[in-house]
Antibody, heavy 124, light 110 residues
Framework: QVQLQQSGPGLVKPSQTLSLTCAISGDSVSSNSAAWNWIRQSPSRGLEWLGRTYYRSKWYNDYAVSVKSRITINPDTSKNQFSLQLNSVTPEDTAVYYCAREGFGELSNWFDPWGQGTLVTVSS | QSVLTQPPSASGTPGQRVTISCSGSSSNIGSNTVNWYQQLPGTAPKLLIYSNNQRPSGVPDRFSGSKSGTSASLAISGLQSEDEADYYC???????????FGGGTKLTVL
């Protein structure tokens, strides 16, 4: 049974970098049949997909256009985890951030499970 | 403004059947499968339906999903008080190359 455990600060100052980590148990970040995602949720923007990292003989990343210039998602194979870095944050980035495993079927994929969520507030 | 359109609210009495719609376009629902997530108050979303109409193990068969063209629906039969939650649809969008979500539907059990 796959479990995801998030960690990271809940308060970030404007213009600084938001950093979160998602530790994986029950699966490998290097799995050829999964992708590792970050998703956020706020009252104003709802659920918003931010990006993912995955391994298919080499590492790939996909990012949402809305954050592409500010985001980095990195795998850490030594600790079996992956991280989110979002630069130059503003109060608009205040949200609950989730990590999620993306599983793949024959013609479909889905998010399961999700991490517990981390409320990140951007404020001075 | 979410890419996928859901009604903001739905309601029903215990035992009733309710449906929640999710409307998209040819680049998302029209081209790819739809997943549904249930979010109980104060918790992370949980996979409820995947690949349009498949239930993960442990999800009661009271929950069912369907898709037609650029729209999808979630049906809940034999409504129970513990079904009170927010429900979200999601699909991959081939034009945006991103996952897109509906705005969510808050289900109230009267």
């Amino acid at each position: 049974q796959v479990q995801l455990q998030q960690s990271g600060p809940g308060l970030v100052k404007p213009s600084q970098t938001l950093s979160l980590t998602c530790a994986i148990s029950g699966d490998s970040v290097s799995s050829n049949s999964a992708a590792w995602n970050w998703i956020r949720q706020s009252p104003s923007r709802g659920l918003e997909w931010l990006g993912r990292t995955y391994y298919r003989s080499k590492w790939y990343n996909d990012y949402a256009v809305s954050v592409k210039s500010r985001i980095t998602i990195n795998p850490d194979t030594s600790k079996n985890q992956f991280s989110l870095q979002l630069n130059s944050v503003t109060p608009e980035d205040t949200a609950v951030y989730y990590c999620a495993r993306e599983g793949f079927g024959e013609l479909s994929n889905w998010f399961d499970p999700w991490g517990q969520g981390t409320l990140v507030t951007v404020s001075s | 403004q979410s890419v996928l359109t859901q009604p903001p609210s739905a309601s029903g009495t215990p035992g009733q059947r309710v449906t929640i719609s999710c409307s998209g376009s040819s680049s998302n629902i029209g081209s790819n499968t739809v997943n549904w997530y249930q979010q109980l108050p104060g918790t992370a979303p949980k996979l409820l339906i995947y690949s349009n109409n498949q239930r993960p193990s442990g999800v009661p068969d009271r929950f069912s999903g369907s898709k037609s063209g650029t729209s999808a629906s979630l049906a809940i039969s034999g409504l129970q008080s513990e079904d009170e939650a927010d429900y979200y649809c999601a699909a991959w969008d081939d034009s945006l190359n991103e996952w897109v979500f509906g705005g969510g539907t808050k289900l109230t059990v009267l």
